[in-house]
């Protein structure tokens, strides 16, 4: 099969990579030159701007963006979905908000697929876990793709119509929150609790048959090993947050009640602020109520 490749960043180079392993032909584009070159290193046929991925192809188109979520992938579409007929395809395998998924399938004419992909780049080499949503027909016929780009036949799966793909994923990050906050707690209770204990040996020992066994369980032995069991000079500051907040979004829409990923996502963003009013006031308050002593900053 053919397949274009726009977005040649962290998750479109493993793209254009396992594609290419698997015996299928490349053609990519990113706005970003090294990105370019990498691609091209790895054996894709390189062009210089979005219509002319759409050129290079012959029909029936298949496009692959993995571009950032929002905005990029807008204005990707707006510049290639001119060059492509109704027969042809665009699959998103970025972390796009589901509602625009469903919004851009009904609005472009070519077949929109919404790709949830998990794994990262760190999963490069296992291959992904992609979660799809669209036109049954669509998926079977990129079946090879997802093959190549998945761990395998069992790593891909049409969760639904457009937009499943992308709730799925959001989903799964929401759990992906939790999770992390979970390992979090429990690892700060083992580090300042009462033993003196090593946590990488503990990770260690849980990754090797505990039920709290997992990849995050490894990364987390990975990040002891390589930091120390203090974490070094890791920064107290959570990046990121968007699909965690939709996931609660949705939660409250659907009045189905998420309490633990909405806490994991309201210590990200608590991680970000300085001295919180909140938490000063409290501390008033015990002066005013108890005579508590008040502590200054
Ligand atoms: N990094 C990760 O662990 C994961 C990322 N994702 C999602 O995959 C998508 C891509 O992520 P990454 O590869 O990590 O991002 P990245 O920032 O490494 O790469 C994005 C690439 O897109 C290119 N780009 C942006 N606008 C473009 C345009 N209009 N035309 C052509 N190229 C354009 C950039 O130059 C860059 O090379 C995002 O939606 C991200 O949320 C999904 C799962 C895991
Ligand atoms: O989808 C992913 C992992 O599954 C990406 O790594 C994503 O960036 C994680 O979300 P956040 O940036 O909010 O932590």
Known sequence: MELGVIGLGRMGQIVVDRVLDAGHDVVAFDID???????AEMGAETVDSIPAVAESLSPTRHVWLMVPAGDPVDAALAELTPHLDADDVVIDGGNSNFKDSVDRAERI???YLDCGTSGGPAGAELGFSLMVGGEK???DDLEPVFDAVATGPE???LMGPSGAGHYVKMVHNGIEYALMQAYGEGFELLAEGRYD???EDIARTWTNGAVVRSWLLELAEESFREEGSDLGDVADHVAGGSTGTWTVQESLEQEVPLPLIYQALAERFNSRSGPRLSRRLANRLRYGFGRHEIKRQ
Do not use: K, Q
Request: glycine share 10%; no cysteine; net charge negative.
């Open 155 to 157: 790593g891909h799966e």
């Open 109 to 111: 004419e070519p077949t």
């Open 137 to 139: 027909g669509a998926y």
């Open 197 to 199: 204990l090593d946590l």
């Open 33 to 39: 030159e090294v990105a370019r070159a990498s691609a």
